[in-house]
């Protein structure tokens, strides 16, 4: 069975702060991960993944994200916050290999202050 | 053009009413996904195939049936709708051959109400 937690449904940032977004998995098998955001009124658009190669994973438009598995977490962080950044964020796991399920979190809506 | 596409991007319907959600793909992609957003929920799976004669349930079925009429297309549909049913319908897909198999691509969504 594999999980995913987020911790934190809205999050809110300055712009020019950091932004840290915390996602917790529980992964029976060594895990794939990947970060998704979901822009207003649109789809889902791949932001980064995690596939068992370096541990720190940079995915695009400044975010990355550092996979810990003495902690099972998969944080997302991006230096310095934009207001584009302004959306909701979405954390899944699979374990991989020939296995289908995507498990996604529940979301963490970023929001951006000026 | 985009490659995943999703027909109607809006539908209001009547409850008991049957309807159809379309999914159209030009990634070469031999799987495909049915996922439901609600606010709060995140994405749950509906139905998923593998190849056009291989259908299998997710977490979610109940309610809904689909349909693969070729590789490239992947249809949702509500027998008879009900207000619970109110969502945020994306499809998704990806390539068992591809360099990066376990990547999902999504669709801009279909935003279905049920009144």
């Known amino acids: 069975a594999q999980s995913v937690t987020q911790l934190g449904s809205h999050v809110s940032v300055s712009e020019g702060a950091l932004v840290l977004l915390r996602c917790n998995y529980s992964s029976s098998v060594p895990p794939y991960l990947f970060w998704y955001v979901q822009y207003p009124n649109q789809g889902l658009q791949l932001l980064l993944k995690?596939?068992?190669?370096?541990?720190l994973v940079k995915g695009i438009n400044g975010f990355e994200a550092e996979f810990k598995k003495s902690e099972t977490s998969f944080h997302l962080t991006k230096p310095s916050a934009h207001m584009s950044d302004a959306a909701e964020y979405f954390c899944a796991v699979t374990s991989g290999g020939s296995n289908y399920k995507l498990t996604f979190g529940k979301g963490t809506l970023l929001t951006v202050n000026p | 053009d985009a490659d995943v596409t999703q027909t109607p991007r809006n539908r209001i319907t009547k409850t008991g009413k049957r309807i159809m959600l379309e999914c159209s793909q030009t990634?070469?992609?031999?799987?495909m996904y049915w996922y439901r957003q609600d606010p709060g929920l995140g994405l749950r799976l509906i139905y998923y195939s593998f190849d056009v004669k291989d259908i299998n349930k997710g977490e979610i079925s109940d309610g809904y049936s689909v349909s693969r009429q070729a590789q490239a297309k992947f249809s949702l549909s509500l027998e008879s709708a009900i207000p619970n049913q109110t969502a945020l319908y994306f499809c998704?897909?990806?390539?068992?051959?591809?360099?990066?198999?376990?990547?999902?691509?999504f669709g801009p969504g279909t935003r279905l109400t049920v009144l």
């Open positions: 990634k070469g992609h031999d799987r």
């Open positions: 998704a897909t990806s390539g068992y051959s591809d360099r990066d198999p376990d990547t999902q691509y």
């Open positions: 995690y596939t068992s190669a370096a541990t």
